[in-house]
T-cell receptor, first 114, second 113 residues
């Protein structure tokens, strides 16, 4: 148990639709990162939020966007879904006050785009 | 960009020691992480190195050489439950504090009796 939760667990969407994935971080963790993990691959960094501001982004198009809220929850929004967006989406929270900035991962949301 | 290389698969015997290597190329280096990921589960944190040297944590140790762009994860007294993927991840910090974390594709370790 990492104290990080994600919803929904599984989701099926159609190409062209929009999706919102949610994450609830550990209390006090004001940094949250989102990752996309395709089968057999390592997680790919989408973006990171710190105190409700984006402060890091990977090589993902603007149709991937996010929000972070004061209550340590966050959202990942994906517009105009494509088949290649099918993957496991992970959020990870951390506190910048820990030496290692250890990230605690949620269980993930499995998104299938048909 | 950031390039991270680690072996795709490894096999080791229960009770033995295994070393998983990771090489990387990046500028603005700000730390290297190792994670364990069992099939169908989320990654769990194992270790963090930001300075050269060895960090030991029970049966797991991680080593970093920044000048060589090299790290390894050492697992001792292997147990069957150690069968999992091991992910190496590098954090890069840009000016202004902007951060990016890059994961390798992972090393799938199989522990055999």
């Amino acid at each position: 148990e990492t104290g990080v939760t994600q919803s929904p667990t599984h989701l099926i969407k159609t190409r062209g639709q929009q999706v919102t994935l949610r994450c609830s971080s550990q209390s006090g963790h004001n940094t949250v990162s989102w990752y996309q993990q395709a089968l057999g691959q390592g997680p790919q960094f989408i973006f990171q939020y710190y105190r409700e501001e984006e402060n890091g982004r990977g090589n993902f198009p603007p149709r991937f966007s996010g929000l972070q809220f004061p209550n340590y929850s966050s959202e990942l929004n994906v517009n105009a879904l494509e088949l290649d967006d099918s993957a496991l989406y992970l959020c990870a929270s951390s506190s910048p006050y820990r030496k290692s900035d250890e990230q605690y991962f949620g269980p993930g949301t499995r998104l299938t785009v048909t | 960009g950031q390039n991270i290389d680690q072996p795709t698969e490894m096999t080791a015997t229960e009770g033995a020691i295994v070393q998983i290597n990771c090489t990387y190329q990046t500028s603005g280096f700000n730390g290297l992480f190792w994670y364990q990921q069992h099939a169908g589960e989320a990654p769990t944190f194992l270790s963090y190195n930001v300075l050269d040297g060895l960090e030991e944590k029970g049966r797991f140790s991680s080593f970093l050489s920044r000048s060589k762009g090299y790290s390894y994860l050492l697992l001792k007294e292997l147990q069957m439950k150690d069968s999992a993927s091991y992910l190496c991840a590098v954090r890069r910090v840009y000016s202004g504090g902007y951060q990016k974390v890059t994961f390798g594709t992972g090393t799938k370790l199989q522990v055999i009796p």
